[in-house]
């Protein structure tokens, strides 16, 4: 950075730093340079710019000051009353505020990744078109429309090795020579930003955080494919993103980056936002279409597929947000780099959603073929409050789960898919030994049943006796043979099921099964959970040899069923207890069973 | 033709066919639930999961997946079976499986197919659904705890019926159909969901508890309202029709019935029916012998010449209009009409000049292969629904074009891009006759029409009227006119549709005339997908018309009969099946006539207003229980056989003519079929034509066409300051005045309305179901209200069927009557 150049605080406005209050801080930040008047003091201008998500939003508000003296120096959980301080003593006395500064485990976190398709997210103004050329935007797009064929296009993605991020990991540049060998002059392009999986938030944090990138990536296929009309299928749920990507989209309107002859090149592409109302199964992209087209959102069968008649029965390509937000660093950096990214079978990098009993959440983009104990515990700090890891949930809800003793498994699609769970969005939830299995299968078939839209009997009546199976064993009822019956119709499921829901929303069960048998076989014969997590099976009492007598059961408790005093051996009273689990979750020491 | 393996059997299909059909062609039965070959592909139920070594490790289902070459299909391996028993395992955990006291018992493919798989345990446990049961309306039952969620009903209801009753609610197990927000059925009680229902979720109420599928036979028939000619099956039982039986393979619209054609067939066992001879002694009915009526008749006739006269309904078979019309010429009277007489007037009179034939020169099945429709009036859907479904079909799943011409918007006008131009009552001709202006003034005609006859008078004509004038006189634009013109005329295949009828005065020779001009300027004519469809109003209307069953060489028409009965000059009438005195225009002068005429015979199913003044009154039979045959609007020649012996002492038409020939001393044919093989010596078409030949589907009468231009005479309208122009028609559920005794169209539609703009409901208060005074110059009834935003301002629509409410005693038979309302 030269001597001249202005101070930059760059203030975290993701949903998750705006909830923390990011909007307040940005506030106190210009009130107190302008009262101050910080600009004629230091003699630089300064600008208060509003970013992105950086990923580690359990840290927000995250403030980035970038002054010529200390460079880059992030500030986390800040508040607007400390604005001023940081100010005074940052800006005006340029001394770092070392106490205030992020922990060395923030600067791990970051420095451990490999941003790309996320570079513009926490660093420019998601709603400047100018901050976004700054960063080569629109460049791409340029360089596609001057200099090459769509062909050439269509086969330098093909050469990078770009898989759909959607979580099928279809070859991207195969797909667009699909729906472009479809026969027809209107086509339509569909970006999938109806990201369903709890836990997962990727693509929502890069429409948040920089929309021009995925409204390029848009356009590029768009002039590769033959389209000339995009829809981004949003859930209502993202009102932050829909408002920013709107807002870009207006903005790209009135610069003539979008509508008839953009920029002179003498290519058209329209794009508007749909809503979806928030069914998982709309992010199925046949159920996808139908929503958009009106209909309720159950999915269709296959063949036809999209590339030949898809949306109103036009030829339709349909990515995801992050598969659109590779495509401009492609085109930019060329295939040959990209590939060079990532393993044999998956390249270039890949955004997961670390989230569960690990010290550090968020979002973190590693290159693909990381090891997922490397995203785990070198990235994310490991396991939260000291405890076992257990299984990590990889593909969201109808992922699987990986045990401890094949965590160096790569993160790419196939490794994953053979590991038994799926890379899915890219949810990765981390389980301790706290966490039972069967409990953990019962949660995400609980979740996936709900979210079937009941076309095919197989998902919608299959998945709920599953379901009561599991509650049952949950429950201490179950029997021996309901392993076999799980299995069974587990498997079944998977091959008659219509659409990818049914056909995935068995695996949390069958990798349980393969890999954590014996705790639905303690559930059924020994009518315990030997993580202490179903209800119905907690003795209720205190380990007493676990048992540190800190208290912190009886300060959780709600009810006072916990008799304590300073140096004794904690006591739960059954009476009183209301089986909340308050205790159980507050006792660090696993001293209540 | 792709080649594929099933089953290791070397296959071939078309390259179109799904697995499913080419197994099918190919002997292979792959069982389905889900399936229906109307609907679009679907693939819910999973039964007709097979597996395909191309696509290995997934179960493939049939219905939706095309073939391709060199496929390798198995349909049934061990792991396939499973797979289906698991499917039938989870559908019978929910389903109620209350087999013994469902109707579908025997029919069902749930039950079926649970029995093929021998699924006689469960592995499975999961409660039963507890749905309240849909008893809403009497004619269709919804169990929701039967239901498979197949969709089959939601879907017809959208792809075909295009009414959108039924949908999915809710998601996961909780998945079920239902009306939207969960209100109970109402909706256009077509039953079509019915149909297609697989198990016992939809029910057909009236036959419920009556009989077991097994129980009926199944009479093969065709439906007596409308002139679409829908092919029927009666499901009979001691000697009684108690249902209508889908069959989908059955007619050109696969076993499609409308709300009349399913649940309008109770008339037929009806216990109004008149079952005795009635002779009027001492100024009463009293019970008589068939023996003495029909001597009382015979003597009556005998010599009458001309001052007999006959009124015939267009619902008896050609060869009983045949016979009819021979009994009048044996008497030396050329007096015989049909329909009020000017009902017909589109074909006898229109398309005769204009085509040189008294038929349409299109087919039904032109509908789905056109790429454009001009629909003349939304009642189209109204009086032939089955025909509405042919266009629905066509403009949903076709891309068909449809523009449409009314006065008023309706159901078609909902259906996709389709363009209603609404112009002022009365003005259709003017309108069409400037869309004929618009063709010839901007060169859209073809190359041929300047050579058809008529072509200058023509040109010279239409150049006379301003473009003004035809805005002001229609409330069109020049514009829209002008597109619709470009429209018609540059697509490559248009069809026009126009229904006739006793409630359209205005579709009449002129209306013909001038659409026939269109089709001519054009060349949209004896193409596939070209014509004009002239869509009259009952079951053999086309058979009445080509059975010349209406007045020629000085034999009064219907008109010229009741005025001759006013006169004295008509001083016998023979009624066959009509009610002039409900549904001919001008209660009052029917009246009269009916008052004055010396003698009037009536053959008739039931005791109408017109039946009751008669001297002799002769039961009749139905469509049910005679043999004939039947000629729909597309000419095409259907036989019906009976269905049921003949009800109480009630004899067919064919019989009462037959003794009356006899009586007066002519030789009587042997039998309808000896009749119809005599009609290709007096109707044009039917030539080599016999009962064998006509086989299940019919067969068209051949028409030949020989064009030439009329110049079309447009209605003057007259507007009467602060009045309202009132418009007859169709209600969708009724036809001529029969469908009054049938249960489901009465329950539907059990009284006649008046259907009002919400802004002139505004502007007079008036408000749903208000109880109106409707007066016109000729008098005035009392109709309930009804508020609707197709109605334009200005506009009022009232049916014609009902007995109980007789608008024509407001109405005189003009296209449009001036009326006010009030309260």
């Known amino acids: ?593 | 033709m792709v080649n594929l393996t099933i089953d290791d059997k070397q296959c071939t299909a078309p390259k179109t066919a799904t697995i499913y059909e080419a197994a099918k062609i190919n002997g292979i039965n792959i069982p389905i639930l889900c399936h229906d070959k109307k609907l679009k592909p679907f693939g819910a139920c999973r039964m007709c999961l097979v597996e395909v070594e191309q696509m290995k490790g997934r179960q493939i289902p049939a219905c939706t997946t095309p073939v391709t070459e060199g496929m390798i299909i198995r349909t049934s391996t061990p792991d396939i079976i499973k797979a289906r028993k698991m499917v039938l395992e989870l559908l019978l955990l929910n389903h109620p499986i209350d087999c013994p006291v469902c109707d579908k018992g025997g029919d069902c493919d749930l039950q079926n197919l649970t029995y093929e798989y021998k699924v006689s345990a469960n592995r499975f446990t999961d409660e039963k659904f507890h749905h309240d049961i849909d008893y809403n309306n009497p004619l269709i039952e919804r169990d929701m705890n039967r239901c498979v969620l197949c969709g089959k009903c939601a879907r017809i209801c959208d792809e075909i019926v295009s009414y959108g009753a039924l949908t999915f609610m809710d998601r996961g197990i909780e998945t079920k159909i239902a009306c939207e927000f969960e209100a109970p059925l109402n909706c256009e009680f077509c039953g079509s969901c019915v149909s297609v229902c697989p198990v016992g979720s939809l029910l057909a109420r009236p036959v419920k508890f009556k009989a077991r599928i097994w129980a009926m036979s199944k009479e093969k028939s065709i439906c007596s309202y409308c002139g679409t000619g829908c092919n029927l099956t009666l499901g009979v039982k001691d000697n009684k029709v108690l249902t209508t039986i889908y069959d989908p393979e059955q007619g050109f619209h696969k076993g499609q019935l409308c709300c009349r054609g399913r649940f309008g067939y109770q008339f037929v066992n009806s216990d109004k029916r008149l079952t005795t001879p009635l002779v009027r002694k001492n100024g009463v009915l009293v019970q008589s012998t068939w023996d003495e009526a029909l001597q009382i008749v015979a003597t009556r006739l005998k010599g009458a010449g001309s001052s007999a006269a006959a009124l015939a309904t267009a619902r008896l078979t050609n060869e009983e209009l045949m016979l009819f019309k021979k009994l009048m010429e044996s008497i030396g009277s050329k007096n015989y009409d049909h329909s009020a007489g000017y009902a017909h007037a589109a074909l006898t009179e229109g398309f005769a000049r204009s085509f040189g034939t008294t038929s349409s020169p299109s087919t039904i099945l032109d509908i789905q292969k056109s790429d454009l429709l001009l629909v003349i009036n939304t009642d189209s859907y109204e009086t032939h629904p089955v025909i509405g479904f042919e266009i629905n079909m066509a403009v949903k799943n076709k891309g068909v074009k449809l523009n449409i011409l009314s006065d008023k918007k309706g159901k078609l006008s909902k259906l996709p891009n389709a363009t209603t131009l609404v112009h002022r009552p009365g003005t259709a001709i003017a309108v069409i006759n400037a869309v004929a202006k618009a063709i010839i003034d901007e060169k859209l005609a073809d190359g041929s029409a300047a050579s058809v006859v008529g072509f200058t008078e023509l040109e010279k004509a239409l150049a006379g009227s301003t473009w003004e004038s035809i805005s002001v006189q229609s409330g069109l634009s020049a514009t829209e006119i002008k597109q619709l013109a470009t429209d018609y005329a540059n697509a490559e295949k248009a069809l026009i549709l126009f229904p006739v009828g006793l409630a359209y005065p205005g579709h009449d020779a002129e209306l013909a005339s001038a659409l026939a001009n269109l089709a001519i300027l054009t060349g949209k004519l004896g193409k596939e997908g070209c014509g004009v469809l002239c869509m009259p109003e009952k079951n053999n209307s086309q058979g009445a018309v080509d059975m010349k069953f209406y007045p020629a060489d000085g034999g009064l028409d219907a008109a010229k009969i009741i005025d001759g009965c006013i006169s004295g000059f008509v001083k016998t009438l023979f009624i066959a099946g009509e009610n002039p005195l409900v549904s001919y225009p001008d209660h009052a002068k029917i009246s009269s006539a009916l008052d004055k005429i010396e003698f009037l015979v009536v053959s008739e199913l039931f005791m109408t207003e017109t039946a009751a003044l008669a001297d002799i009154v002769l039961p009749a039979c139905s469509f049910a229980e005679k043999e004939g045959t039947f000629t729909s609007v597309d000419h095409r020649i259907q036989y019906i056989k009976p269905a049921i012996r003949k009800i109480g002492n009630s004899c067919s038409d064919f019989e009462i003519f037959s003794a009356l020939l006899v009586k007066l001393g002519n030789k009587a044919p042997v039998s309808p079929a000896s009749v119809f093989s005599s009609i290709e010596n007096q109707a044009a078409g039917y030539n080599g034509l016999s009962y064998a030949k006509l086989g299940l589907d019919g067969a068209f009468a051949s028409v030949n066409i020989k064009s030439t231009f009329i110049v079309p005479k447009a209605t003057s309208i007259n507007a009467e300051a602060g009045k309202l122009a009132l418009v007859t028609g169709n209600a969708l559920y009724h036809n001529g005045t029969l469908s009054q005794y049938g249960e489901g169209p009465m329950y539907v539609c059990p009284e006649g309305y008046v259907e009002i703009s919400r802004t002139d409901a505004d502007k007079l208060k008036i408000a749903e179901n208000d109880l109106l005074t409707v007066s016109s110059s000729n008098g005035s009834i009392q109709l309930k209200a009804r508020v609707s935003f197709r109605i334009p301002e200005g506009l009022v629509f009232t049916p014609y069927h009902f007995s109980s409410t007789p608008i024509n005693k407001i109405w005189s038979g003009a296209p449009v009557t001036w009326v006010s309302l009030s309260r």
């Open chain 1, 1 to 593: 950075m030269s001597e001249n150049a202005a101070i930059k605080i760059l203030i975290c406005q993701g949903t998750g730093g705006i909830s923390m209050g990011a909007k307040e801080v940005e506030a106190a930040f210009v009130k107190h340079l302008a009262e101050k008047g910080v600009d004629a003091l230091v003699g630089k201008r300064c600008d208060v710019i509003k970013t992105g998500c950086r990923g580690l939003c359990a840290n927000d508000v995250l403030v980035d000051i970038i002054t010529p003296e200390q460079g880059r120096v992030t500030y986390d959980f800040v508040k607007p009353e400390e604005v001023e301080q940081i100010i005074d003593e940052h800006i005006v006395n340029k001394s770092i505020m070392e106490k205030r500064k992020a922990k060395p485990y923030y600067n791990t976190f970051v420095d451990k990744q490999m941003r790309v398709v996320m570079t513009g997210c926490g660093q420019i103004d998601p709603d400047s078109l100018d901050a976004y050329k700054e960063e080569d935007g629109f460049k791409a797009i340029e360089k596609c429309v001057k200099s090459m064929k769509p062909e050439e296009v269509i086969e330098e993605v093909k050469k990078s090795g770009l898989r759909g991020r959607g979580g099928g990991g279809f070859p991207t540049g195969m797909k667009w020579s699909f729906c472009k060998a479809s026969p027809g002059d209107h086509k339509y392009l569909i970006c999938n930003a109806d990201e369903g999986d709890p836990g997962a938030f990727m693509d929502r944090s890069l429409l948040e955080g920089d929309p021009y990138c995925i409204i390029e990536g848009m356009m590029i296929a768009a002039y590769a494919i033959g389209c000339d009309f995009g829809y981004v299928y949003v859930r209502a749920e993202y009102p932050l993103a829909v408002q920013r990507l709107q807002h870009a989209i207006d903005v790209c309107y009135e610069q003539g980056y979008l509508g008839k002859n953009i920029q002179g090149w003498g290519i058209n592409f329209d794009m508007r936002i749909k809503m979806g109302a928030g069914a998982f199964v709309c992010g199925e992209e046949t159920a996808l279409m139908a929503s958009i087209e009106g209909h309720r959102g159950m999915s269709r069968p296959r063949p036809p597929f999209p590339a030949v008649r898809g949306l109103w029965g036009y030829p339709t390509n349909i990515n995801n947000v992050e598969t659109f937000g590779n495509v401009r660093h492609i085109i930019n950096k060329g295939s040959a780099w990209y590939a060079s990214l990532g393993t044999e079978t998956t390249k270039g990098t890949k955004i997961f959603a670390v989230t569960g009993k690990v010290k550090h959440t968020g979002l973190v983009e590693v290159p693909a073929g990381m090891k997922i104990s490397e995203v785990i515990y070198d990235v994310c700090g490991g396991i939260a409050n000291n405890r076992k890891f257990k299984a990590v949930q990889a593909g969201g809800p109808s992922g699987g789960c990986i045990p401890a003793d094949i965590l160096d498994t790569p993160v790419d699609y196939d490794s994953l898919i053979k590991a038994g769970a799926m890379m899915g969005s890219g949810g990765l939830v981390v389980m301790d030994e706290t966490t039972c299995m069967v409990d953990v299968s019962r949660f995400f078939l609980n979740f996936t049943r709900m979210e079937s839209c009941g076309k095919c009997v197989p998902c919608r009546i299959g998945l709920k006796v599953m379901l009561d199976i599991l509650e049952r064993i949950t429950e201490g009822h179950g029997e021996i043979s309901d392993i076999e019956t799980l299995q069974d119709l587990g498997a079944a499921i998977k091959k008659a099921s219509l659409c990818g829901l049914g056909q995935t929303a068995p695996n949390p069960i069958l990798s349980t099964i393969n890999y954590f048998r014996h705790e639905y076989e303690a559930h059924i014969n020994d009518k315990r959970c030997p993580s202490n997590c179903c209800k119905e099976l907690l003795l209720w009492q205190v380990v007493e040899d676990k048992c540190v007598k800190c208290g912190a059961c009886k300060k959780a408790c709600p009810v006072d069923a916990i008799v304590w005093e300073k140096g004794q051996l904690a006591f739960l009273d059954k009476e009183k207890c209301t089986k909340c689990k308050s205790c159980y979750d507050a006792c660090r020491f696993m001293a209540i069973e």
